[in-house]
C-alpha cells in the first residue's frame, strides 16, 4: 500500500514525530511511505501552484493517508492548519475524499486529546474514514513496549484499509452559518466605564463580517476607551518553528514585529478580548500561528492576572472541541475567563445583551480582583509541566526553570515532610482495629466537621454581611 504522510513539524526530515513514522517504514517494507511535508513547505505550497499540486497528488495517488504531527497549542500547528484550510479553499477535498485517514501526534500529553479530535472532525469533513489516533511522548519510541505498541496501531490502520472497515461517521458536518449580527450605534444605550483598566480587543475580522460588527459595538461599550489591533499587524513572518531557540531567555529566533506587538498590546492589558472567526473547526489558521508564536513565553502562565473573554463569529455551538482550547488557552494562562460571546443567536438582540454583559462583568471582576478557582485542565496542566521541566526539561527550558523556582512551582506533595509524616503517622495509627471501628462509623461527620467548624467562626461573612 501506498500511506501519504502528511507531516505537519515545520522541522521536515528532523521532526520528531517523523522518527515514529521512520520506524514504523522500517517494520513495513512491503509499504511506500511519500511525505506531504506540509508544516515545512506551507509558504511554497501558498506561492506555488505547482508546490500545491504536487502535494495534493500525493494524496491523490496513496491508499490511506496518516497526519503525523507534533501538538503545538493543544492543537496542530498553525502551518499545518494552513495546509487544511487550502484544501477547502482550493477545491481540493477530492483528494481527500473516501480514502482512510489517521493520526500520529507527538508531545509531552499535554491536550493531545484536542488536537486528535481536531483531525479526526477534519477528517471526516474531507469525507475519510478516521481509523484512529495514536498520542505518543517525544521519548515513547526508546521503549520496546511503546514500540510493540505503536506497530500494532499502525497494523490495524492497514487492516482497516485492506477491509474497508466501516467506520460511523463521529463528528456531524458544521451548519453553513450566514451573517447575521449587526451593529446599529443609534440603538445603543449602554456605556461601561473601564473604571482606569486598560482594555485590548485583539482581532482579524474582515470587512463586512459579524467578527467585525461584534468588534465595533464591543468597542462602543467601552465609549471607545478600547484599544483595538489586527494580529495581523504583528508581522509575522512565519509560524513557530518549534526549534525550542526561546527556551534559554524567551528570545524567539524570528526577528519581526511579534513580540513587539506582545508586549505592546497583550502585556499592558487588564482585560483582553480576543475575537476570531471559525474556519475548519478552529480559528483562522493566522490565529493558530499567534498562539504558537506565543510559546516565546515557555511553559508560564502568560496571562496571568488579566480578564478574558471572546468573541466568535460561527457555529461554536456545535464545536466543543473549540470551546474546550479557547477555554484552556485562558484558564492555563492564569487569566480568568468572563465570557465566551457568539453571534449564532438569530436574534441580534441576544448578541447586544451578551456583549453588553461580557463587558460589564470584565470591568466589574477586574476590580474585584475575582478570579474563578482553576478547574481540572489547568491544575493537571501545571503539573504535567512541572514535572516535566523539573525532570526532563530543565536543561534546555532554563527560563521556565528560574520562572518555576522563584514562584514556588516546584510543589511536590514529596518535600511536605510534616505532612508525609502525619499521613504515615495516621495509617500507623488506624491499624488499630478498634480505632479503624471507630474512625469507619464517625467518617462523615470527620469529613464535615473543620467545614463546619469554618463556617461559624468565618470572619469574611461578617465582613461582608457588614457591606
Known amino acids: 500500500m501506498k500511506i501519504c504522510i502528511v507531516s505537519g513539524s515545520p522541522k521536515g ?3 520528531i514525530t517523523l522518527q515514529y513514522v521512520r520506524f514504523i517504514e522500517q517494520a513495513f517494507p512491503e509499504h511506500t511511505f511519500p511525505v506531504v511535508h506540509a508544516g515545512r513547505d506551507i509558504k511554497k505550497m501558498e506561492q506555488h501552484r505547482e508546490a500545491w499540486d504536487d502535494a495534493l497528488g500525493k494524496v491523490q495517488d496513496s491508499d490511506g493517508v ?3 504531527t507534533p501538538v503545538y497549542f493543544m492543537l ?3 502551518q499545518l492548519k494552513r495546509f487544511i484550510e487550502m484544501a477547502f479553499e482550493r477545491d481540493g477535498t477530492h483528494a481527500f475524499s473516501q480514502k482512510y485517514s489517521a493520526a500520529l501526534t507527538t508531545s ?4 493531545d486529546h484536542t488536537a486528535h479530535s481536531y483531525l479526526h472532525g477534519i477528517s471526516e469533513d474531507l469525507g475519510m474514514h478516521h481509523a484512529g489516533s495514536y498520542s505518543a511522548h517525544m521519548e515513547d519510541l526508546k521503549s520496546e513496549d511503546e514500540q510493540k505498541r505503536l506497530l500494532l496501531f499502525f497494523s490495524d490502520f492497514i487492516a482497516a484499509i485492506s477491509e474497508k472497515r466501516s467506520i460511523p461517521r463521529e463528528f456531524p458536518p458544521l451548519p453553513k452559518v450566514s451573517p447575521t449580527y449587526n451593529y446599529n450605534p443609534s440603538a445603543q444605550s449602554t456605556v461601561i466605564d473601564t473604571h482606569g483598566n486598560q482594555v485590548v480587543i485583539l482581532h482579524d475580522a474582515t470587512p463586512g463580517s459579524d467578527q467585525e460588527a461584534m468588534v465595533r459595538r464591543m468597542v462602543s461599550l467601552f465609549d471607545g476607551r478600547a484599544t483595538v489591533a ?6 509575522m513572518k512565519g509560524g513557530c518553528l518549534g526549534c525550542c531557540r526561546c527556551a534559554f531567555d524567551n528570545t524567539c529566533i524570528y526577528q519581526d514585529g511579534f513580540r513587539d506587538f506582545w508586549e505592546r498590546y497583550v502585556v499592558p492589558a487588564d482585560i483582553l478580548i480576543m475575537a476570531g472567526t471559525i474556519q475548519d473547526r478552529y480559528l483562522s489558521a493566522t490565529w493558530k500561528q499567534w498562539n504558537d508564536r506565543s510559546f516565546f513565553n515557555g511553559h508560564v502562565p502568560a496571562l496571568r492576572g488579566k480578564q478574558v473573554g471572546y468573541l466568535v463569529e460561527g457555529p461554536l455551538a456545535h464545536l466543543p472541541n473549540l470551546r474546550e482550547v479557547l477555554t484552556a488557552r485562558a484558564v492555563n494562562s492564569g487569566a480568568n475567563l468572563v465570557g465566551i460571546v457568539t453571534s449564532e443567536p438569530k436574534n441580534p438582540g441576544e448578541t447586544d445583551a451578551a456583549l453588553a454583559a461580557l463587558a460589564e462583568r470584565s470591568v466589574r471582576f477586574a476590580g474585584q480582583g475575582y478570579f474563578a478557582p482553576v478547574i481540572f485542565s489547568a491544575i493537571a496542566g501545571r503539573k504535567l509541566f512541572r514535572d516535566e521541566i523539573y525532570a526532563h526539561m530543565r536543561a534546555i527550558f532554563q527560563a521556565d526553570d ?3 523556582r522563584s514562584h ?4 511536590f506533595p514529596t518535600k511536605n515532610y510534616l505532612q508525609r509524616i502525619g499521613a504515615r503517622a495516621f495509617s500507623l495509627f488506624l491499624c488499630v482495629p478498634g480505632v479503624r471501628r471507630k474512625v469507619e462509623k464517625d467518617m462523615v461527620s470527620y469529613m464535615v466537621r473543620p467545614l463546619q467548624e469554618v463556617i461559624q467562626k468565618s470572619r469574611v461573612i461578617k465582613e461582608w454581611r457588614a457591606r
Open 408 to 411: 514556588g512551582c516546584y510543589d
Open 76 to 78: 496542530v500547528p498553525g
Open 66 to 68: 496518516l497526519f503525523a
Open 108 to 111: 509531552i500529553h499535554y491536550f
Open 13 to 15: 526530515e528532523e521532526s
Open 230 to 235: 489586527d494580529i495581523r499587524d504583528s508581522t
Open 402 to 404: 528560574r520562572y518555576y
